[in-house]
């Protein structure tokens, strides 16, 4: 599965929210203006029908109670009549209204129309004026509930896209945490345990393939690192470290299952005197030398590693003491034949070895037996195997030949 790019993933996000908030803002503004439209249709059409409706109906009621039949001046009615014709009006069905208003003013003319007839007449105004009006009355009252429920509408709609968008914002958080900020974290967790000496440490490859790359990149460099402080960069070796670690882990198999390993302890024979004739550069060489002849001449199962200056030493596993001196006389004729190159002169080793747990049962006590067989190979003239089946019976091996 290919890894999206944070450049890639962020865009995505962005672009993302723009749009929904860009989709939410005009949903918002479109629903805001149709209710602003509806709502100023209300107001100022039917509101003002409905004012204008009750203002001809008092006009009529005022107009009628003080005129007289024949009495009333040319234009007089106008004050009323002209109330139909007011803008609000216009979408309303006047034309019964219109009837009646022309039947009063021709029952005002008439000079043989009684009271009654006039009261009649104008009570037809009135009449027909507030059936109008109740008309209004209830078309408003019909559509404010419809306005109201537009209006809990889109307070819900827009709480719901807020929630949306909140729950959004929570998915692109965690996402961004477990793809971004996270494996970020751990690998900066798994840098300060490399730099306070855990070199087990690595960190996840995880996250977006960017943050990935760089943890395969860390884990790569922590492997090399843990590689170059286990190794002698001058014989390649695995150096002191990774020599007592692995020869800790070996005594923990051991006492798991009981078996017995050797230790093989090795000092270049008068290095310093090598050193002090052909000088460092050459003793560089030699212990160059030395390293791969020790790592030709024993098995693979077995662990050499380059102890410090011109020391030595071999972890043997699963041997008894005839084969542990066995290895040990092989890696001493192997360091022995290395040809003497021309600025230098050949090399021999004195050897001590030592086998768990019949030497010692630990690496402090396993180490002091193979130390003091090799000073006692160096007492003894140096180029030897000092061994023994237990420590107050050493076995003696040199050029090919052994004594107790």
Same mark, same amino acid.
């Given at each position: 599965?290919q890894?999206?790019?944070?450049?890639?993933?962020?865009?995505?996000?962005?672009?993302?929210?723009?749009?929904?908030?860009?989709?939410?803002?005009?949903?918002?503004?479109? #629903?805001?203006?149709?209710? !602003? *439209?509806?709502?100023?249709?209300?107001?100022?059409?039917?509101?003002?029908?409905?004012?204008?409706?009750?203002? @001809?109906?008092?006009?009529?009621?005022?107009?009628?109670?003080?005129?007289?039949i024949?009495?009333?001046?040319?234009?007089?009615?106008?004050?009323?009549?002209?109330?139909? !014709?007011?803008?609000?009006?216009?979408? %309303?069905?006047?034309?019964p209204?219109?009837?009646r208003?022309?039947?009063?003013a021709?029952?005002?003319?008439?000079?043989?129309?009684?009271p009654?007839?006039?009261?009649?007449?104008?009570?037809?105004?009135?009449?027909?004026?507030?059936?109008?009006?109740?008309?209004?009355?209830?078309?408003?009252?019909?559509?404010?509930?419809?306005?109201?429920?537009?209006?809990?509408?889109?307070?819900? %709609?827009?709480?719901?896209?807020?929630?949306?968008?909140?729950?959004?914002?929570?998915?692109?958080?965690?996402?961004? @945490?477990?793809?971004?900020?996270?494996?970020? /974290? *751990?690998?900066?967790?798994?840098a300060? #345990?490399?730099?306070? &000496?855990?070199?087990?440490?690595?960190?996840?490859? +995880?996250?977006?393939?960017?943050?990935?790359?760089?943890? &395969?990149?860390?884990?790569?460099?922590?492997?090399?690192?843990?590689?170059?402080?286990?190794?002698?960069?001058?014989?390649?070796?695995?150096?002191?470290?990774?020599?007592? *670690?692995?020869?800790?882990? /070996?005594?923990?198999?051991?006492?798991?299952?009981? =078996?017995?390993?050797?230790v093989?302890?090795?000092?270049?024979?008068r290095?310093?005197k090598?050193?002090?004739?052909?000088?460092?550069?050459?003793?560089?060489?030699a212990?160059?030398?030395? +390293?791969?002849?020790?790592?030709?001449?024993?098995?693979?199962?077995?662990?050499?590693?380059?102890?410090?200056? *011109?020391?030595?030493?071999?972890?043997?596993?699963?041997?008894?003491?005839?084969?542990?001196?066995?290895?040990? =006389?092989?890696?001493?004729?192997?360091? /022995?034949?290395?040809?003497?190159?021309?600025?230098?002169?050949?090399?021999?080793?004195?050897?001590?070895?030592?086998?768990?747990?019949?030497?010692?049962?630990?690496?402090?006590?396993?180490?002091?037996?193979?130390? =003091?067989? @090799?000073?006692?190979?160096?007492?003894?003239?140096?180029?030897?195997?000092?061994? &023994?089946?237990?420590?107050?019976?050493?076995?003696?091996?040199?050029?090919?030949?052994?004594?107790?």
């Open positions: 599965m890894r999206p790019r944070l450049r890639s993933r962020v865009l995505l996000l962005t672009t993302a929210f723009s749009i929904a908030l860009f989709a939410v803002a005009f949903g918002m503004s479109w #629903r805001e203006r149709a209710a !602003q *439209e509806r709502w100023s249709r209300l107001v100022g059409v039917e509101m003002g029908a409905i004012a204008d409706l009750d203002e @001809l109906v008092r006009a009529q009621n005022a107009f009628h109670a003080r005129v007289k024949g009495q009333a001046a040319p234009g007089a009615y106008r004050i009323v009549s002209q109330w139909l !014709q007011r803008p609000s009006l216009a979408t %309303a069905d006047l034309a209204l219109r009837s208003v022309k039947a009063y021709a029952t005002l003319t008439d000079s043989t129309a009684t009654e007839e006039l009261e009649g007449a104008s009570l037809l105004v009135v009449q027909s004026a507030q059936r109008i009006l109740n008309e209004r009355k209830r078309e408003v009252a019909a559509q404010l509930p419809e306005l109201q429920r537009d209006a809990r509408d889109t307070m819900s %709609a827009g709480l719901a896209i807020v929630w949306i968008l909140v729950i959004s914002s929570f998915a692109a958080v965690q996402i961004t @945490l477990r793809s971004v900020v996270r494996p970020i /974290e *751990e690998l900066s967790v798994a300060e #345990r490399i730099a306070s &000496g855990d070199l087990n440490a690595r960190a996840p490859v +995880a996250g977006d393939r960017e943050i990935a790359k760089l943890g &395969g990149a860390f884990n790569r460099m922590a492997d090399e690192l843990k590689a170059r402080a286990r190794t002698d960069e001058l014989t390649n070796l695995p150096n002191f470290r990774a020599f007592r *670690e692995r020869i800790d882990g /070996e005594i923990d198999r051991a006492d798991r299952y009981p =078996e017995t390993f050797g093989l302890v090795l000092d270049l024979d290095f310093k090598y050193n002090d004739s052909f000088g460092h550069l050459a003793g560089n060489d212990l160059r030398r030395v +390293a791969q002849s020790i790592r030709d001449s024993v098995r693979a199962v077995d662990f050499p590693a380059r102890y410090g200056g *011109e020391e030595f030493a071999v972890i043997v596993p699963q041997v008894d003491v005839e084969a542990l001196l066995t290895i040990a =006389e092989r890696v001493r004729e192997g360091i /022995e034949a290395i040809p003497a190159p021309p600025d230098g002169s050949s090399i021999t080793v004195s050897i001590g070895a030592a086998l768990f747990p019949a030497d010692g049962k630990s690496v402090d006590a396993l180490f002091q037996v193979a130390d =003091e067989r @090799l000073y006692a190979a160096k007492k003894g003239g140096r180029n030897r195997v000092v061994g &023994g089946v237990s420590p107050a019976v050493p076995a003696v091996r040199s050029g090919g030949r052994s004594s107790a």
